[in-house]
């Protein structure tokens, strides 16, 4: 017998090795997209994942098929993963024993090196994108900018007289206390993508000693959506939840001014600013 027999075990062996270790890093990721598929915060993302898994289970038949084995039983998930038939064609049926009459053949551990050496480049772009995936899904998570709150100090003018006596001093009657306070008075949601959403909550603080009944005002573009209490109490604060539809807005610059009254006084108001980027 040849001594090529145990050559060519051997290097099927460790190339068998390869595909195996290959195959656990697709299950690994396809794991974790049917994970994300249930957490996607747009249809947009849930559809990318979807897509990327079907990508894998395809991978994943690839790799049964050098081998010469049937498919891989993938693991249920919310999206029909697509399949591919495998085809055995003779040369993977043929078999493996080499006889001293018989040469090894040479060009069949070279195709099966080129096919794995593409699966794992397929398996590399498909990581890249879901890194891209995971990246764009966390960068609509802006931190708010809060505008510093600048305090007027009342100004006292002092008026003096010719006569000998005291100097006469007029003082400016202090500001009226707001009753409603909102911080932060302005938020900057910074980039909303079409299709996804951008949450941001404001502070409202009730200084007089009766519980006032709030309500906010409609927005002009119709994207903004508001979630509060519809009371504050005496004394007491509530939150405010303000979301930006980026479905709903247009491209570009947005500007909207939250208007907050009372709906027992409409002279009781108070207002805040919200901003982004639409694209």
Excluded at 73 to 85: D, F, L, W
Excluded at 256 to 270: L, Q, Y
Aim: proline share 6%; hydrophobic share 40%.
């Amino acid at each position: 017998m040849s001594d090529d027999f145990g050559t060519v075990n051997v290097r099927r062996g460790e190339r068998g090795k390869e595909i195996e270790a290959v195959r656990q890093q697709y299950r690994h990721h396809r794991d974790a997209l049917v994970r994300m598929v249930a957490d996607a915060p747009t249809e947009h993302l849930a559809a990318e994942y979807q897509r990327l898994i079907r990508e894998i289970d395809n991978s994943i038949a690839k790799l049964d098929e050098i081998e010469g084995r049937p498919a891989s039983a993938s693991p249920p998930a919310s999206t029909s993963a697509g399949t591919r038939p495998l085809v055995t064609t003779p040369e993977d049926e043929r078999d493996t024993l080499v006889t001293d009459n018989i040469p090894p053949a040479t060009d069949e551990p070279s195709r099966q090196s080129s096919r794995v050496l593409m699966i794992v480049i397929a398996g590399v772009i498909v990581l890249a994108a879901i890194v891209w995936l995971l990246w764009r899904a966390s960068g609509d998570r802006n931190k708010v900018v809060e505008q510093p709150v600048t305090v007027t100090t009342p100004v006292v003018e002092t008026t003096a007289t010719n006569a000998p006596p005291a100097a006469t001093t007029t003082v400016a009657p202090a500001a009226t206390t707001a009753v409603l306070r909102i911080t932060p008075l302005a938020a900057n949601y910074g980039t909303i993508r079409k299709g996804t959403r951008a949450v941001r909550q404001f502070s409202i603080e009730n200084t007089s000693a009766a519980a006032v009944p709030v309500k906010a005002a409609r927005s002009t573009c119709r994207c903004l959506f508001y979630d509060y209490a519809q009371n504050v109490p005496a004394h007491g604060k509530e939150t405010i939840t303000v979301t930006i539809d980026g479905a709903r807005a247009k491209a570009g610059a947005l500007r909207e001014t939250v208007v907050v009254t009372s709906k027992n006084d409409p002279a009781v108001t108070a207002q805040f600013d919200v901003s982004a980027t639409i694209q």
